[in-house]
């Protein structure tokens, strides 16, 4: 709580700071035409990006995603489609419409576009209305847009003010997307709801670290509810986006709007067992797949950027490939593996179309792929063992749960924080299990600590100047993995000398 309350007073929290996975998240919300696009690529920095002004094409608009920078204020910025109360059932807006209400839903402030110029349209009070029924426990903050001409005269935005007040979400605010004016004081009402929120998760992560008991061996005890974010990688043609169709189920968001928008800013998101994933890139690698199926496009769809941004990384490999080349993962593959393992990624490796396999006499059996790629994986990455394999058929939608456990117990345990004190009984005893070759360099490891996670980092403190040798980390990284079940994970460890 001292915590908390010093951040607050003391000075403002730095917001480029921050992850970006960890930043929260704003809607913009408003009836078509009053400038949410504008208001967006304003946020997004991205000018180039298209403003529609035909109000009827609202329809096949989505919901799209971008790092927004306001000031030194950064969140997720989530332009939403028109909201329209009355959309008949089973049409595109009525499917928009819930999607708004679902993305809503995970957002943690919600900016009310209105249009300052017009004044208060019947279509606002019934956003207003939406809103409470879909997302009373967000207090959006009222926005006039389209004010540059009402600035000169101070009254006319007093006029428009009062009228946005039968809203009932309090004082507006009034700016111009086109032109950048009032942004400031947009900025200056966001904050308080933004560092609110953050305060929040960073104390609540604060609390998590401290109550993890002692006693729990598992990762799951340190369960952590940031959203994760996925990659899937692989070459064209192995599944990914009838893996994709099969993780989103009816849950899934339509990718790719119009040629021209932010597209890579565009972000799928799902919820899986009350965990919400992101999929990081997948618009990208949709669009770039359709347009180059062949062997060289494998980079730009892994491209580094992507691989930096997801937490973890899901290697999509085509089963009917393995059994016909008897190998399991081709160059660009294997680069793809080591590249997220150095990049301290969590790695799950999905053979998908294992229905080809069976009961056909292929050069490899069904059996001997699936004993064949977990010893190949862990012979082509050796830094990283138990690196988890998962068997599937997206084409058939099997596998979904598989998978999706599969990711997620990876992710927590990418996630683990380990307590000191745990970690320096672990040290005793595995120092005494390893029969070192010689006792007088036996190392003099003092004690060992968490310093991160994301993945798990640790530091040995070595007394004097001995170091420890690469056989030494090791065992020690092997011995992690094995007393604390980190299978696949890249874990690190560093030495510091204390006397
Ligand atoms: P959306 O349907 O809410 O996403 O609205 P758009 O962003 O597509 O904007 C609708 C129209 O309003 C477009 O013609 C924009 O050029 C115009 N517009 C957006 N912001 C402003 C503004 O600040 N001032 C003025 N005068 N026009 C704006
Ligand atoms: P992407 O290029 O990686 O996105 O691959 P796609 O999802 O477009 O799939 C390429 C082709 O493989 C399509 O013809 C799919 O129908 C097919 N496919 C995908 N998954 C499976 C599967 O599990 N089994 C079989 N037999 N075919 C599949």
Redesign the pocket.
């Known amino acids: 709580d001292d915590l908390v309350t010093e951040r607050r007073f003391k000075k403002p929290l730095d917001f480029t700071k921050i992850e970006i996975a960890r930043l929260p998240t704003v809607m ?1 919300v ?12 304003r946020l997004i920095r991205r000018r180039e990006a298209l ?3 035909t ?1 009827d094409d ?1 329809v096949t ?1 989505d919901v799209r995603e971008g790092l927004a920078k306001l000031g030194d204020l950064r969140f997720r910025v989530l ?1 939403s489609a ?1 909201l329209e109360a009355e959309a008949s059932s089973g049409s595109i807006l009525h499917r928009t419409a819930g999607m708004t209400a679902n993305v809503l839903a995970r957002s943690q402030c919600a900016i009310f ?1 209105t ?1 300052g ?1 017009a004044g208060l349209h019947v279509l606002d009070l019934e956003v207003g209305k939406w809103l409470r029924k879909h997302a009373p426990q967000i207090k959006p903050i009222v926005v006039m ?5 009402l600035f000169d005269a101070s009254d006319s935005i007093a006029a428009a003010a009062s009228e946005m007040w039968r809203l009932g979400f309090g004082d507006p605010i009034a ?5 950048g ?1 009032g942004m400031p004081d947009l900025c200056q009402s966001l904050r308080p709801v933004l560092e609110d929120y953050m305060l929040q998760v960073l104390n609540d992560e604060g609390a998590r670290d401290d109550s993890f008991s002692e006693d729990s061996n598992s990762p799951q005890g340190n369960e952590n509810k940031l959203p994760l974010q996925l990659a899937i990688v692989g070459r064209p043609n192995v599944g990914k986006s009838t893996l994709l169709n099969t993780l989103l189920q009816e849950d899934r968001v339509l990718v790719g709007p119009e040629a021209g928008l932010t597209r890579d800013s565009i972000r799928t998101q799902f919820e899986f067992q009350g965990r919400t994933i992101y999929l990081v890139d997948t618009a990208g690698w949709l669009q770039r797949t359709k347009q180059e199926k062949g062997p060289a496009s494998l980079s730009i769809v892994q491209s580094r950027k992507s691989l930096l941004r997801a937490h973890i990384i899901a290697l999509v490999l085509d089963a009917e490939e393995i059994a016909r080349d008897k190998r399991s993962m081709k160059h660009a593959e294997v680069v793809i593996a080591r590249q997220a393992v150095e990049e301290g990624r969590g790695l799950v490796v999905i053979v998908n179309k294992m229905d080809l396999l069976r009961g056909k006499n292929k050069s490899l059996s069904y059996e001997k792929v699936l004993e064949a790629v977990p010893q190949e994986i862990q012979t082509v990455i050796p830094q990283v063992t138990g690196i988890p394999v998962v068997f599937i058929s997206a084409l058939e939608g099997r596998g979904r749960t598989a998978v999706l456990r599969q990711i997620i117990d990876t992710y927590e345990k990418w996630c683990l924080r380990l307590p000191t004190a745990r970690l320096n009984r672990w040290l005793r005893k595995v120092m005494s299990r390893h029969s070192w070759k010689d006792q007088a360099a036996q190392p003099k490891v003092k004690y060992f600590t968490q310093v991160k996670a994301r993945p798990p980092t640790f530091v040995a403190f070595v007394r004097g100047k001995t170091h420890l040798s690469d056989t030494e980390i090791r065992f020690l990284t092997r011995s992690l993995k094995e007393d604390f079940d980190l299978g696949g994970i890249p874990i690190r460890i560093m030495q510091r000398s204390v006397s």
């Open positions: 913009i408003g009836r078509p035409n009053v400038g949410k696009s504008a208001l967006f690529n403003v529609y002004n109000p609202h608009r332009d028109g576009l249009d110029r847009n389209k004010c540059e001409s700016i111009s997307a086109e032109t004016l």
